[in-house]
C-alpha cells in the first residue's frame, strides 16, 4: 500500500506541470452565415437560414428587401414591384389613394391582384374609394348610385362608409322615392287621382300630389253623368232595378258609381204559347203579357192584348214553376198545388169542366181529389201533363191521336196518370199532338200523333202510349234534356250533343235538311257543348255550355233572332244573347230568352207577345218593359 501512494504522488505532479497548446490545431475559412453576426463577405446575417425573410440562406439580400447593418433587421422594400414578406400589393408606387398604399398594404375599398400589382375599386362594397363618386353598399340601378358607382341624374350621394343617396327634389326629375318633382307630375293627373276635372300640382317635398284644385269625383254624393256616372253613393237618381229591366229588389251603388244590381230579383223562367207569354220572377211572382181573348193571362177579364206584363195576382208569390199551351196557362205552386186558366175547350184545364176560365183553378184527379204533389208542368195545343214528386205522370184535356198517353184516345177533364209512367220521370215536354218523357235512368218515351216520326221510334204510327224512341247508334246514348216542337222532339245527351227527329219542313231539326226523321239525327256542328234545348212550333233553340242561345228553323218574323226573316237549317247564334244566358222559350212565331238575369224576346209582336209595350215585330232580342 505504501509503494501506491508514492506512485500516485508522482503522477499528480507530472499532470500539475504540464499545459495545452492548442496553436496547432486548423481554423475554419470565412464567415459563419446564420450566426447573428455580420461578417466579412455577408451581406447580411438575420441569424436564420429559412429564406423568405429577406436575408437568404447563404446570407444575401434576397429580391424586395432591404436589410440594416446595424440592427440586422430586413423589412420589404415597397415601391419596387415585388411582394415580399407582409406585403400584400406593391404598385410600384409608394403613393397612398391608388389601392396600394405606402407600406404595400390593400387599401379600404380596393382589389389588388398580380406583381407588380395592379388595383381597382370594389363597387357596392359601401366603401367609397377617391376614384368612386359614390358607393352605396349595393349594385341595384336607381337607388342614387349606380352599378359603377357614379352618381345618378337626379341625386346626390354623400358620405362613403356607405354613400348616402338622396333625390334632389327641384330639378323636375323625378327619381327615387318621389312622386312627382316641380312640373313633372309623372303622369299623374286629376284624372287619374279618380278627379274628373282640374290641374294637378306637386308639393315641395316632392314626395305629394297637390289636389286641392282638383275637382268633382265618384263618391261625392253628386252624380256625374256626363263622366260616365249612374249613381254615387247613396243618390241614384232616376235608377232602379225595373229601369235597368229587373223585376224588382233594392238597387245599389258601386265603388265606381255604377249600378250594383246584386240585390234585383231576377227572371227564372220564361215561356211562350201561341199569342201570350209569360216569367216567373225570382220572388215566385207570375207575370204575363200578350193575347188574352180566352183570359190566358189570368186577370179575371178577357181583354184582347197586354202590351205589357201584368201579375197573376190570385197566385201571389207562391208560383214555382209554369207552363203554356197554345190559349191556356198552367202553374206549380210552392205547396205542389197545380193550376191552369185560359181555353178549356177540351179539358186542357184539369178541373173536370169545359168551361173557359180567366183566373187560375185547381188541377183534379178526379171529381172531388186535387191532383197533388206536382214538382213541373207542360202543355201545347190542347192537353197538359204534370209531373210529381214521385216520378208519375199525369195528363189530361184533349186526347186525340193518343196525346195523354193512357192507352185511349178519349179526352180527360181531370188529371190521369199515363200509363206505365208512375214513376221514375225526371222531365215530361208536350208537343201539339204528342208527349215525351226523360227518365230517371236517361231514357226518353214518347207517345200521341207520329205522322212526322216526332215519336221517335221509326214509324209515322199513332201512340196510345208510352214507346222509346229507337237509336240509330249503339250504345244508347244517355239523354239529359228534351223539349218537343209542334211535330217533332229534340233531346241532348250526356256528351253534350243534340239530336232531333220528326216533322223537318222548315229545317227545324238542324241537320242541313227539310227531311222529316222518324229517328233522332244529330243536328249540325252541335255535336258536344250542349246544355239545355227549348222548341217552339216550327223551330228550335238550345243553350250551349257558355250559356249562349243558338236557334234554327223557321224564321218567318225574326224569332231566330239573328237580325234576318231567313229560315235557317243549321243553328245560328241569336245576336247579343253570346253569354249568361240561362233560360229560353219558344212559341208559336216569337222566343225569348233570360240573359244575366235579365228578359229579352223579339219575333212575331202583333198581339204584345214580347211585351216591349209595342206591337212592332222584332228581329233582335228586345228588352222586356218591367212595370
Known amino acids: 500500500m505504501h509503494k501506491n501512494l508514492i506512485a500516485l504522488g508522482i503522477l499528480t505532479a507530472l499532470l500539475v506541470g504540464c499545459s495545452f497548446d492548442s496553436s496547432g490545431l486548423k481554423k475554419p475559412a470565412g464567415p459563419v452565415c446564420g450566426n447573428g453576426e455580420l461578417e466579412e463577405g455577408e451581406a447580411c446575417d438575420d441569424s436564420g437560414e429559412a429564406p423568405g425573410d429577406g436575408c437568404s440562406a447563404t446570407c444575401t439580400v434576397e429580391p424586395g428587401w432591404n436589410c440594416d447593418e446595424m440592427t440586422l433587421l430586413c423589412t420589404p422594400v415597397c415601391g419596387d414591384g415585388r411582394i415580399v414578406g407582409s406585403e400584400t400589393c406593391d404598385d410600384t408606387g409608394v403613393a397612398p389613394g391608388d389601392g396600394c398604399d405606402q407600406k404595400c398594404g390593400v387599401e379600404n375599398g380596393w382589389h389588388c391582384e398580380d406583381e407588380p400589382s395592379t388595383c381597382w375599386t370594389i363597387c357596392g362594397d359601401g366603401v367609397r374609394t377617391d376614384d368612386e363618386p359614390c358607393d352605396d353598399g349595393n349594385l341595384i340601378p336607381a337607388d342614387g348610385c349606380d352599378i359603377d358607382c357614379t352618381v345618378e341624374t337626379g341625386f346626390s350621394c354623400q358620405g362613403s362608409e356607405p354613400s348616402l343617396c338622396t333625390a334632389e327634389c327641384g330639378d323636375n326629375l323625378v327619381v327615387g322615392d318621389e312622386v312627382c318633382d316641380g312640373v313633372n307630375y309623372n303622369g299623374e293627373s286629376c284624372q287619374t287621382q279618380g278627379f274628373y276635372e282640374g290641374m294637378i300640382s306637386c308639393m315641395s317635398d316632392c314626395v305629394h300630389l297637390d289636389l286641392a284644385n282638383c275637382g268633382r269625383f265618384c263618391g261625392d254624393g253628386v252624380v256625374d253623368g256626363d263622366y260616365g256616372e249612374a249613381c254615387d253613393g247613396t243618390e241614384l237618381g232616376e235608377l232602379s232595378c225595373e229601369k235597368l229591366g229587373y223585376p224588382g229588389g233594392v238597387l245599389a251603388c258601386s265603388g265606381a258609381c255604377q249600378a250594383d244590381v246584386t240585390g234585383c230579383d231576377r227572371w227564372l223562367q220564361v215561356a211562350l204559347g201561341y199569342e201570350h207569354s209569360c216569367a216567373l220572377r225570382s220572388d215566385h211572382t207570375l207575370w204575363c203579357w200578350g193575347a188574352n181573348g180566352d183570359g190566358q193571362l189570368g186577370q179575371g177579364t178577357t181583354s184582347t192584348q197586354q202590351l205589357t206584363m201584368v201579375e197573376v195576382t190570385a197566385l201571389g208569390n207562391t208560383v214555382a214553376a209554369f207552363t203554356l199551351g197554345e190559349y191556356h196557362t198552367c202553374a206549380v205552386k210552392t205547396d205542389g198545388s197545380a193550376w191552369c186558366w185560359g181555353r178549356n175547350w177540351s179539358g186542357q184545364l184539369g178541373n173536370n169542366t169545359i168551361t173557359s176560365s180567366s183566373t187560375p183553378v185547381q188541377v183534379k184527379i178526379d171529381a172531388d181529389r186535387t191532383l197533388d ?56 215536354s208536350a208537343g201539339k199532338g204528342h208527349t215525351c218523357v226523360l227518365k230517371a235512368n236517361g231514357q226518353v218515351w214518347c207517345w200521341g200523333r207520329n205522322w212526322s216520326g216526332q215519336v221517335g221510334d221509326g214509324t209515322t204510327t199513332e201512340r196510345t202510349s208510352g214507346v222509346q224512341i229507337t237509336w240509330p247508334v249503339q250504345p244508347t246514348p244517355v239523354i239529359t234534356d228534351l223539349a218537343c216542337g209542334e211535330e217533332f222532339t229534340c233531346v241532348v245527351t250526356a256528351d253534350g250533343g243534340a239530336w232531333c227527329f220528326g216533322e223537318n219542313g222548315y229545317g227545324q231539326l238542324g241537320d242541313d235538311t227539310i227531311t222529316d226523321h222518324g229517328t233522332p239525327a244529330p243536328v249540325t256542328g252541335m255535336e258536344s257543348g250542349v246544355s239545355d234545348v227549348e222548341a217552339g212550333a216550327q223551330h228550335t233553340c238550345l ?32 245576336l247579343n244573347m253570346d253569354a249568361e244566358v240561362t233560360g229560353a222559350g219558344g212559341g208559336r212565331r216569337s222566343t225569348c230568352g233570360l240573359k244575366a238575369g235579365l228578359l229579352y224576346c223579339w219575333g212575331y209582336n202583333f198581339y204584345g207577345q214580347l211585351g216591349d209595350g209595342t206591337s212592332t215585330d222584332r228581329y233582335l232580342p228586345t228588352p222586356v218593359a218591367v212595370p
Open 543 to 574: 243553350i250551349k255550355d257558355d250559356h249562349s242561345l243558338w236557334c234554327w228553323g223557321n224564321n218567318y218574323y225574326g224569332r231566330l233572332g239573328d237580325g234576318t226573316a231567313t229560315e235557317r237549317h243549321l243553328p245560328v247564334a241569336v
Open 373 to 428: 204533389n206536382v214538382t213541373a208542368v207542360t202543355a201545347n195545343e190542347a192537353h197538359s201533363c204534370a209531373l210529381t214528386t214521385a216520378g208519375a205522370v199525369y195528363c189530361w184535356g184533349a186526347n186525340w191521336q193518343g196525346r195523354l198517353g193512357d192507352g185511349t184516345t178519349t179526352d180527360r177533364r181531370v188529371a190521369t196518370q199515363a200509363t206505365g209512367m208512375a214513376a221514375g220521370v225526371a222531365k215530361v
